[in-house]
C-alpha cells in the first residue's frame, strides 16, 4: 500500500531506505557514464588516459621545470602527482556529478527512480582520472627507486590517512553535487560557471604548490578552503617534510557533513519542481 | 478491492508567458525562493505567465484486475495522470492510493542503454523498479522468449530493429509482475501480430489481479480491451463507464469539434442543389436512436436525411464505406424513390449485424435527384463511427469487413475408424455424415 500526495515528504528513514532498495541502478548509470568518455571515439578507453596523462606531463613541466615551485626535498613531478590525486577526486566528480540530473532527463521524466543516485553515479566517471594518477605516482616512484636508488615513499600507517583524505574530497564532491546538479537541470549556464569556479578553485588550494609556500600571516585564509586541509594531509601521508593539522582536517569534515545535510535538504526540496522543468 | 485509488487529483503547471521566458529571472532564482535571503531582483518581469491545471478534480478508482482505458484528446492529461501514478511528477493537489507494484510504459524503450545486451537491460531495468537481482535472473529466459529475440539477445540494442527494441520493452515490464501497469499508447508502434500478442498477454494478465491503466487513441483497441473507459477532456473526468457509450461520447465530441463542421464547411455546395439538400448522416439504432459506434452484434441502421425542394424529383442514394481510406463497399438503392412533396426525406439503410469488422469507417453520402436533367448531392465524410466487438481475443475480428458465414463440417466415417473412440461427448453423430455448425 503506498500513497502520492501533493506535498507529503517521505522523510529521511524511508528515503534512505528506497535508495538502498534501488541500490543497483548506481552500477548501471556508473557503466553508462564512464561509457559517456569515450563512446564513439575512435579510440575508445585510451582516450581517459590521454585526457589525464597530457595535463600531467604539461602541468609538471610548466610548474616543476619552468617555474621551480618548491616541492620540499622529493622532485616536483612526485609532490606533483601526490597534490593531483585528490585534487581529481574533487574536480572530476564534481564535475560529472554535477551533470547527473541533466543527462539523465530523457530517463526522468519516463521513469521513477531515487534521483539523488544519479549524480553519485555520474561521479564515478570522474573517479576515473584520480585512479590513473595513482598508477603514475606509483610508477614514477619504481622510476626514481631505480634511477636514484631512493623510495621517495615508504610504507607507514599515516598512509591510512591519506585513504581518509580522499574519502573527505570525494564527500564534499558529492555534498555540492547536491546542489549543482539541481542548478544544472533548470538552466545549462550553471555549467561554465561551474568550470571556472572550479578552475580558480584549484589555484587557490594548494595543490600545485605547497601551504608552507602559503605567506603565514594568511595561511588560515587558506586553510578555510575546506579542499586544503585533506589535500595536505593527503601530502603529508606520502611524502616527507610535510606538515598537516588534525583540528583543520575536522573542520574539513565538519564543512563536507554540513554540505551534504544542506545539500539533502536542498536537493530534496526542490526535486519536485525541478522535474517538471527538466 | 480497490487496487488505484484516485481522489480529487490536480497538477498545475506555470506557463511562462513569452516574455517572461525570454528574460533571465528564471534561470538566476535557480529555486532558492523558498530560503529567507534577501531577493535578488534582475531585470526582466518576475511571475509573467499564466497557471495551466493539466488534470483537476479527477477522481477515480480501478478494482484489481480491471483495465482502464483512458482516451481523450493531445493534451487532455492522460499523461500526465500517468505520470503523476508513475511517480515521475508530483501532482499539485490531492492523492492517488494504490496497492502494490507499479510498471510503466510511458514510453518504449526509456530506462534501456543502447549500449548494453539484453540481458544487462533486462537487469537494468529491474533494479529501477527496486526488484531483487535474483528475481530478475530468473525471469530473463522467459523475457528474451517474449519477445522473439532469437540470436541477438546477447547483442547490444544498438542493434537491434524498433521492432525488436519495442518487443523487448513490452516484454520487460509485462514480466516484471506487474501488480498495476501503465500504459501511454504502447501500441502505437510495432507490427500488427505483436500487438495482438502484447494485448492478449495483458487481458491474461489482468484475468490474474493485474491492474492497468492503458492509454490510447487506437479506439478500436481500448473497446476491445477495455471494460470501463474514461474520458478526459482539459484535465477533467468527462465520462467515466462501458466503453461504447463513453467513446461514442467521445467521438460525437470530436467529430462536433472538427469532423462534422469540417464537412459541412466545405461550402462548395455539393451537398445542397436546388433538388434536395443532405441535412444529416446518423448512425442508429434499431431504436431509431443516435448512436456513436457500432456494435457489430447488432443491427445498425445509416440515415440520410434530405430536405427536398422540389417535389416530383426521383431520388437514388448512394453510400461508400471507407476503412483506413479504403472502399470497403458501396451500397445503394435498388429501387429509385419519388419525392412527392417538399419537406424531410429520410433515406435508411440497414447494416446488418456480424457484417462489420472492428473498425473505423467513414461513410461518403451521394444521393442522385432527377427532375429535368440529373443531378446529384454529395458529402464526403458524412459519418465518422467505429464498430466493436465483445468477442474474446483479438483475432475473430480481422479486415475491413467480418462478416458471419455458414461453415460446414464433414467427418469422414472410415477416416475415424482407425482411431479409438473418443469421450462420449464427443462421439461423432451416428449418422456419420455432415453435420451444420
Given at each position: ?31 553508462k ?79 521513477y ?61 558529492f555534498?555540492l ?9 533548470r ?26 609556500a ?11 578552503n575546506?579542499?586544503?586541509p585533506?589535500?595536505?594531509t ?19 569534515v565538519?564543512?563536507?557533513?554540513a ?5 539533502a ?7 519536485s ?6 | ?8 487529483l490536480?497538477k498545475?503547471?506555470f ?44 477522481t ?20 500526465t ?61 522467459q ?33 516484471m ?17 505483436f ?11 489482468a ?49 462536433r ?9 466545405e ?9 434536395a ?18 456494435p ?13 425542394r ?47 469488422s ?12 432527377v ?8 458529402l ?11 468477442e ?39 449418422w ?6
Amino acid at each position: 500500500m503506498w500513497t502520492i500526495e501533493a506535498d507529503a515528504d517521505q522523510g529521511f528513514g524511508p528515503r534512505t531506505r528506497e535508495v538502498w532498495r534501488y541500490r543497483r541502478i548506481l552500477w548501471f548509470f556508473s557503466l553508462k557514464s564512464l561509457q559517456t568518455l569515450y563512446s564513439k571515439t575512435v579510440l575508445g578507453p585510451a582516450w581517459i588516459l590521454i585526457r589525464t596523462l597530457v595535463p600531467l606531463g604539461v602541468g609538471s613541466f610548466v610548474f616543476g621545470s619552468i617555474m621551480q615551485v618548491p616541492s620540499g626535498g622529493v622532485p616536483y613531478f612526485v609532490f606533483f602527482l601526490a597534490g593531483q590525486v585528490p585534487w581529481n577526486c574533487f574536480d572530476g566528480p564534481l564535475i560529472r556529478g554535477s551533470r547527473g540530473i541533466e543527462m539523465n532527463r530523457q530517463l526522468l521524466t519516463k521513469l521513477y527512480v531515487p534521483r539523488i543516485i544519479l549524480p553519485l553515479a555520474s561521479m564515478t566517471a570522474g573517479v576515473a582520472e584520480p585512479i590513473i594518477i595513482a598508477l603514475v605516482l606509483l610508477g614514477s616512484l619504481v622510476y626514481y627507486r631505480v634511477n636514484d636508488g631512493v623510495w621517495y615513499v615508504q610504507p607507514e600507517p599515516r598512509m591510512l590517512a591519506a585513504v581518509a583524505s580522499v574519502v573527505v574530497v570525494l564527500a564534499l564532491a558529492f555534498s555540492l553535487t547536491l546542489w549543482t546538479s539541481v542548478w544544472q537541470a533548470r538552466a545549462r549556464d550553471a555549467r561554465f560557471v561551474l568550470r571556472y569556479v572550479v578552475g580558480f578553485w584549484l589555484f587557490l588550494t594548494p595543490v600545485i604548490y605547497p601551504l608552507s609556500a602559503v605567506p603565514a600571516d594568511i595561511r588560515w585564509l587558506a586553510q578555510l578552503n575546506p579542499l586544503t586541509p585533506p589535500i595536505e594531509t593527503f601530502k603529508w601521508a606520502l611524502l616527507p617534510g610535510m606538515q598537516q593539522s588534525w583540528p583543520w582536517f575536522l573542520y574539513s569534515v565538519g564543512v563536507t557533513v554540513a554540505a551534504f545535510l544542506g545539500g539533502a535538504w536542498y536537493f530534496t526540496r526542490s526535486e519536485s519542481l525541478t522535474m517538471d522543468k527538466l | 478491492m480497490d487496487s488505484l485509488i484516485v481522489e480529487d487529483l490536480g497538477k498545475r503547471y506555470f506557463v511562462p508567458s513569452k516574455k517572461a521566458a525570454a528574460a533571465p529571472r528564471k534561470t538566476l532564482n535557480l529555486g532558492l525562493a523558498r530560503l529567507p535571503l534577501p531577493r535578488i531582483t534582475l531585470p526582466g518581469r518576475v511571475g509573467q505567465g499564466r497557471d495551466l491545471w493539466a488534470l483537476r478534480h479527477v477522481t477515480f478508482s480501478v478494482p484489481a484486475g480491471q483495465i482502464l482505458g483512458i482516451i481523450g484528446a493531445n493534451g487532455a492529461g492522460k499523461s500526465t495522470l500517468l505520470k503523476i501514478i508513475a511517480r515521475v511528477t508530483r501532482p499539485t493537489e490531492g492523492r492517488v492510493t494504490g496497492v502494490g507494484r507499479v510498471v510503466s510504459l510511458l514510453e518504449l524503450g526509456a530506462g534501456f542503454n543502447p549500449d548494453f545486451s539484453a540481458q544487462d537491460n533486462i537487469l537494468m531495468n529491474a533494479a529501477m523498479h527496486g526488484i531483487p537481482r535474483r528475481e530478475a535472473l530468473d525471469r530473463i529466459p522467459q523475457i528474451i522468449e517474449f519477445a522473439e529475440l532469437d540470436d541477438f539477445a546477447d547483442n547490444p540494442l544498438r542493434q537491434y530493429s524498433s521492432g525488436m527494441y519495442l518487443r523487448l520493452a513490452f516484454s520487460v515490464a509485462i514480466n516484471m509482475q506487474p501488480d498495476i501497469l501503465l500504459a501511454d499508447e504502447i501500441l502505437a508502434v510495432g507490427d500488427i501480430a505483436f500487438q495482438e500478442r502484447c494485448l492478449q498477454r495483458v487481458a491474461q494478465e489482468a484475468e490474474r489481479g493485474l491492474t492497468v491503466l492503458f492509454v490510447s487513441h487506437d479506439m478500436a483497441a481500448v473497446a476491445r480491451l477495455c471494460p470501463r473507459i474514461i474520458w478526459i477532456d482539459k484535465g477533467e473526468v468527462m465520462h467515466d463507464g462501458e466503453p461504447e457509450r463513453v467513446i461514442a461520447e467521445y467521438e460525437d465530441a470530436a467529430l462536433r469539434g472538427f469532423g462534422r463542421e469540417a464537412a459541412w464547411g466545405e461550402k462548395t455546395g455539393r451537398h445542397t442543389n436546388v433538388v434536395a439538400e443532405i441535412a444529416s448522416v446518423r448512425l442508429l439504432n434499431a431504436l431509431g436512436e443516435e448512436i456513436g459506434a457500432a456494435p457489430t452484434t447488432e443491427d445498425v441502421y445509416v440515415r440520410i436525411r434530405l430536405k427536398v425542394r422540389k417535389p416530383g424529383a426521383v431520388l437514388r442514394a448512394f453510400m461508400d464505406f471507407y476503412a483506413k481510406r479504403f472502399l470497403v463497399f458501396r451500397t445503394h438503392q435498388e429501387q429509385e424513390v419519388v419525392a412527392d412533396r417538399r419537406g424531410v426525406l429520410d433515406l435508411t439503410v440497414k447494416i446488418p449485424a456480424h457484417l462489420l469488422s472492428e473498425t473505423t469507417y467513414t461513410v461518403n453520402v451521394t444521393v442522385y435527384t432527377v427532375l429535368v436533367k440529373e443531378t446529384k448531392v454529395v458529402l464526403d465524410n458524412a459519418l465518422t463511427f467505429m464498430a466493436y466487438g465483445h468477442e474474446a481475443g483479438g483475432q475473430l475480428k480481422r479486415g475491413a469487413l467480418s462478416p458471419r458465414l455458414d461453415w460446414t463440417t464433414q467427418s469422414h466415417v472410415n477416416a475415424r475408424k482407425k482411431r479409438k473412440p473418443g469421450p462420449p461427448g464427443r462421439t461423432p453423430a451416428p449418422w456419420g455424415g455432415s453435420s451444420v455448425v
